[in-house]
């Protein structure tokens, strides 16, 4: 089996390949923007010189241009190793969402001969919850589709929904990006919503547009609407702009091995800790309205080893749950 | 002094200092025990380059740890693929590595079926460049080894030719390409799933991550030799240093399963002691290397009382403090039965089987046997305010809640409860 820490995925590799395909003739601006986009900040130094005759030789200069000595259909095949990774994922109780039993067998076949990386069952995910989506569902998948088609043809939906209070809300959304939660094993759909007001490109300069999560197993209907706009949001800005909150300050005790464990379990937010003595560091964690519950429990598991300082919304709401103990 | 290079050789040493900068992200320069300054220049710098963007800097202005550090600061929820994946882009390289890589294939794709020395001669002809055959050889077959080409003998000779292009594949089947784009964020080993979207040109645009450790795949390396054991049944000799003490030890066994906490960001290996006839969970990021040992016939049977077992497991223990087989574990929780829905839904979910039972109006029983009941306190505090009794068979059970709801108490209240 081939190395996963090899030249062949090494960024340089690649941003050559990506130059070849993009033209044989080639400004040496764009070279430039090319490899700062794709390899690392200090790459454009080294990789530059190296591109023409003096170095590896891939492009001639002529007449202020670089022209690529490669065949425009240059290719790079797959490894083995990321052969046996398309494999593994064919395995996977998800792709039925994205192919339909024939072509699983037909991936399947053009691989014959390569075992699959790893197999479904060499993974146990001890505390995930049980409800998980349900991806044999033929009106999930179906509703799954739609909403990547319309992801990518930046297309807005009607949504039938029903509530977590059994509601039923029907709406126009435009999708954004599917969310998908390692620990609850679900999709849920991150749109923008339709206002009658907006134009063509209602999303972008439609009065602030707000990020409503919908979770994808409790759409009941949804249809294409042929409305469309020339480019998505920035999901980033309206998730940053709508829902940060101030960060909150924690003091954590290094008692019990508890440093450790909540640097690693509070890795995956926007966060930076310092020391303030020999055993208690300050930690500041940036998070969403959405995320708040979560993050509440999430320190409360770790008992006295976290103490909340800030802010006043979070710690207030930390203390009325202690009360409330306190109260049994 | 050398040269700084952005590029590296071995990615174990690389491992450990981006591990302590995007976990920990405090240490000063002098917290950087057992590297010469040096190092930690260099390591800084590479660190910087690598993950432009997304590293931050800080001034730390008080006594013994007055400094300048440096953190990795990512929300897994705003990113469309694993910035640490570029950390397994910068694997070192020769010219000779480069140029053969491009020509070869260019070479192959323009006149497929050739041998070494005729490839050697068309370097020359048609690129310019001049190579020793036997080093084009020993290239080819490294390709040929790693799948990019294909080997073939006739009569004499060796012919080397391009394996088919995956575009060919992907435009017959385009929610491969769309499921990719999921994959690498989401699946064990996603780095490979990046490097294929790297080989054909495409970026994610559809799909956002929640609840992932991105740090997890600084153990790629690692769990890719754990699996290939695995597979083959044979026993792993494992090199380890200790995540609390940083000691050196080593262990053997048989590998079954990998345990992932999609909450606490905790990976293990699951490893059968034939010795001790137990099983044992060791950190992933505590696994510094792994020797694939002898194959073990029980290994089916083996595996097997592992799934049995797990069932009782809360999390990665198997064993108590207690000498107890199993512990029960009783809750009792004040659950408002028409508003609260939502609480008795967390029960279901999250409790493992547990029964949920309700005993008077809004109060609610939970009760679940475990191998290791201490292993739940950290579940149970989440339900600190609704918590009308915690019993078990584990007498420090409740001791322990009980005490460390006292401290929580004082500490935010001043006073006794």
Not at chain 1, 42 to 52: A, Q, R, V
Not at chain 1, 228 to 254: A, F, G, M
Not at chain 2, 146 to 175: C, D, M, N, W
Not at chain 2, 356 to 366: E, L, S, V
């Amino acid at each position: 089996m081939a190395e996963l820490f090899s030249e062949v995925y090494n960024c340089y590799f690649q941003v050559i390949k990506s130059l070849t395909e993009k033209k044989s003739r080639i400004s040496e601006r764009e070279v430039n923007f090319h490899i700062k986009n794709t390899c690392f900040e200090e790459s454009i130094l080294y990789l530059l010189p190296k591109l023409t005759e003096q170095g590896w030789g891939f492009y001639e200069k002529q007449d202020g241009f670089l022209h690529s000595r490669l065949s425009e259909d240059f290719y790079v095949p797959l490894t083995d190793l990321q052969k046996s990774y398309i494999k593994a994922i064919l395995l996977d109780d998800k792709i039925t969402l994205f192919l339909n039993e024939e072509e699983i067998e037909a991936i399947g076949r053009a691989f014959s001969g390569i075992e699959p990386l790893y197999l479904p069952d060499d993974f146990y995910y001890y505390d995930r919850f049980s409800d998980k989506d349900d991806y044999k569902d033929p009106d999930y998948r179906k509703h799954f589709r739609t909403i990547l088609s319309a992801i990518q043809n930046h297309e807005y939906v009607d949504i039938l929904y029903e509530s977590r209070f059994h509601r039923r809300l029907h709406h126009s959304y435009l999708p954004c990006r599917l969310e998908y939660s390692i620990k609850n094993d679900r999709f849920r759909l991150l749109a923008v919503e339709f206002h009658a007001n907006s134009d063509s490109d209602g999303a972008r300069t439609g009065c602030n547009p707000r990020v409503i999560t919908l979770n994808l197993c409790r759409i009941r209907e949804v249809k294409l609407t042929s409305r469309t706009v020339k480019q998505l949001p920035d999901i980033n800005h309206l998730l940053k702009r709508s829902c940060y909150h101030e960060p909150v300050r924690i003091l954590i005790r290094n008692r019990r091995n508890a440093l450790e464990r909540a640097m690693l379990q509070f890795a995956n937010y926007e966060k930076s800790t310092r020391k303030l003595d020999e055993d208690t560091y300050e930690c500041l964690i940036y998070y969403s309205k959405e995320n708040e519950t979560e993050l509440l429990i999430e320190i409360l598991s770790f008992g006295p080893m976290i103490k909340v300082v800030g802010n006043e919304t979070f710690l207030r709401l930390i203390k009325e749950r202690l009360k409330r103990q306190a109260a049994l | 002094m050398s040269e700084f290079k952005e590029l590296i050789k071995s990615f174990s040493k690389s491992r450990e200092y981006v591990r302590d900068f995007f976990v920990y992200g405090f240490k000063t320069r002098d917290e950087f025990g057992g590297w010469s300054s040096r190092t930690y220049d260099n390591e800084r710098r590479r660190l910087e380059s690598w993950l432009a963007g997304y590293v931050r800097q800080e001034y730390i202005g008080r006594g013994k740890t007055k400094g300048k550090n440096i953190y990795l600061s990512i929300d897994s929820n705003l990113l469309n693929t694993n910035p640490l994946y570029r950390v397994w882009k910068a694997k070192s390289f020769t010219d000779n590595d480069i140029m053969l890589h491009f020509y070869i294939l260019d070479c192959l794709r323009k006149s497929p079926d050739q041998t070494a020395d005729a490839i050697t001669d068309r370097l020359l002809e048609g690129y310019g460049r001049m190579f020793d055959s036997q080093i084009v050889r020993r290239k080819c077959n490294q390709y040929a080894t790693e799948g990019i080409l294909t080997k073939e003998k006739r009569g004499k000779e060796v012919l080397y030719r391009l394996s088919p292009p995956f575009q060919k594949l992907l435009a017959a089947h385009p929610g491969l390409k769309n499921a990719i784009k999921l994959y690498q964020l989401s699946s064990p080993l996603g780095i490979v799933g990046n490097t294929i979207m790297d080989t054909v040109s495409f970026h994610n645009d559809l799909f956002r991550i929640k609840h992932n450790f991105f740090v997890h795949t600084l153990e790629d390396e690692v769990l890719l030799s754990i699996l290939q054991a695995m597979h083959a049944h044979r026993t792993v000799f494992l090199n380890l240093k200790s995540t609390k003490s940083e000691r050196l030890l080593e262990t053997e066994g048989v590998p079954l399963k990998i345990f992932t906490s999609t909450r606490t960001g905790r990976r293990y290996l699951c490893l059968y002691l034939p010795d001790k006839k137990r099983f044992t969970n060791i950190r992933m990021d505590a696994v510094k290397s792994v020797k694939t040992e002898e194959l073990y016939p029980e290994y089916e049977a083996i595996r097997e009382q592992l799934e049995r077992n797990k069932e009782s497991a809360w999390g990665v223990s198997f064993q108590n403090d207690n000498r107890h087989h199993s512990e029960r574990v009783k809750l009792t929780l004040h659950i408002d039965e028409h508003s609260e829905q939502y609480i008795l839904n967390r029960l279901q979910r999250e409790g493992k089987g547990g029964v949920i039972r309700q005993t008077a109006p809004d109060t609610f029983t939970y009760e679940a046997e475990v191998f290791d009941a201490n292993e739940m306190l950290p579940w149970i505090r989440t339900f600190i305010g609704r918590i009308l009794s915690v019993e078990s068979t584990s007498p420090q059970l409740a001791q322990r809640f009980q005490r460390d709801f006292l401290t929580m108490y004082h500490m935010y209240f001043g006073e006794s409860c």
